[in-house]
């Protein structure tokens, strides 16, 4: 689950981190009058988006009186900024943060999510902050350290100094960081993050170390023990299909693609996302039903498929284990008794009741085109919606 920058920041302040006095907004009095109660002599007015790279898309703004903040919260709610993270329809901005400015002497960069392949926790910091890592790692790899350190409730002085010496500090400003990263590892580790990205992470002229901008991420299996932070979540943020797709435990995400797609199990829909793209077309969506989804499930998740105006050809791709086909044709059936199936159907099943399930397939009336294997599969729906 994704939160706000705001909210970011309020909750690294909670734990010990330094960052900007600030305040948000959702309309622009409220703003203004906020405002003024900050001790600045620059406004940074900030976009509230879920994405990054608002800065290169007029998403924040430096302001040096309260008429220019007025004047510019007024052109920026509302508006939608296109960045390389949001994709072409771009967000809209529903929400407003001003902070106090600061006297940037220098930039870093630093973040710390789990590695799965190691079981640790990796702090990436760089001396290069404030543009995208990503261009820093291809141009200029040196310039970016990885520690990994184990998971413990505590992390030790030899670690910290380890991740923040690629920043070349002062004593003091060193004795700051250090308190910085034990602050942001203590939230990582009780908030149940999965992401902390500070970028960039400053040092000012009066030698203070601030978080300047601040990205979370938690894992949202374990939100049930966070009701605080679930509440942060913020749906205008979300895509609706994708919201409706959690209400039914459904793991889902929209694509911009013509084929949608309905597979059991992560590897095989990511297998079937690639041999659509080899055949020439693009996938609508990554939907994972589960191994051992209902039919009330699966009638959700082909409604969920159907309410995309861009699907021209639904593939169902099934390989019963747990999950069995006959339970898969039953709600592919029923959904099409409460929806209007449209578009080319093909449905490939194998494994666990596939016989069954193709009986009832075959036995509803349904216009659908059977597969053998998941290449016939794609080669049909490819076909079929030319």
């Known amino acids: 689950m994704n939160i706000h920058e705001h909210q970011a920041k309020q909750i690294l302040k909670k734990y010990g981190a330094v960052v900007p006095e600030g305040i948000f907004a959702l309309n622009v009095d409220e703003l203004v009058e906020k405002a003024k109660l900050l001790k600045t002599n620059k406004y940074v007015l900030k976009a509230q988006i879920h994405a990054g790279g608002r800065g290169k898309a007029g998403g924040v703004k430096i302001l040096n009186t309260i008429e220019e903040l007025s004047f510019a919260a007024k052109e920026l709610l509302g508006k939608t900024l296109v960045t390389h993270q949001t994709g072409p329809e771009g967000r809209k901005v529903k929400r407003l943060y001003v902070e106090e400015s600061s006297n940037i002497d220098k930039e870093f960069y630093l973040s710390c999510l789990v590695d799965r392949v190691s079981s640790k926790i990796a702090f990436i910091s760089s001396e290069q902050g404030g543009i995208d890592i990503e261009e820093v790692a291809s141009s200029t790899p040196e310039k970016i ?22 920043f070349n500090l002062n004593d003091d400003a060193n004795k700051q960081a ?25 040092l000012t002229k009066e030698k203070k170390i601030i978080c300047l901008d601040a990205k979370v991420n938690f894992d949202s299996n374990a939100l049930f023990r966070h009701p605080d932070i679930l509440k942060l979540r913020d749906l205008n943020e979300e ?7 959690s209400k039914h435990d459904l793991a889902y995400i929209k694509l911009d693609g013509s084929i949608g797609c309905m597979v059991n199990g992560a590897g095989l829909a990511m297998a079937t996302m ?3 793209k080899l055949y020439g077309k693009e996938p609508a969506n990554f939907l994972d039903v589960g191994g051992g989804a209902s039919k009330e499930k699966v009638s959700a998740a082909l409604k ?9 050809g639904i593939l169902i791709n099934i390989f019963g284990g747990i999950m069995r086909c006959d339970v898969l044709a039953q709600g592919v059936v029923d959904a099409a008794k409460e929806i209007n199936i449209n578009v080319p159907l093909v449905v490939r099943l194998a494994g ?15 216009k659908l085109i059977s597969a053998e294997n998941l290449d016939d599969a794609a080669k049909k729906i490819v076909e079929a919606i030319k």
Do not use: H, Q, R
């Open 145 to 166: 350290l990885t520690t990994k350190v184990e998971m413990k409730n505590d992390i030790s002085n030899k670690d910290c100094e380890e991740i923040i010496k690629i």
């Open 178 to 202: 250090i308190s910085l990263i034990k602050s942001i590892y203590k939230m990582f580790i009780s908030t149940d993050a999965s992401m902390v990205e500070i970028n960039p992470l400053i």
């Open 239 to 245: 895509e609706p299909t994708e919201i409706e797709a």
């Open 274 to 276: 690639d041999i659509i």
């Open 304 to 312: 969920i498929i159907l309410s995309d105006k861009n699907v021209k």
């Open 352 to 366: 666990t009741n596939f016989k069954e399930g193709k009986e009832i397939l075959d036995n509803s009336g349904l």
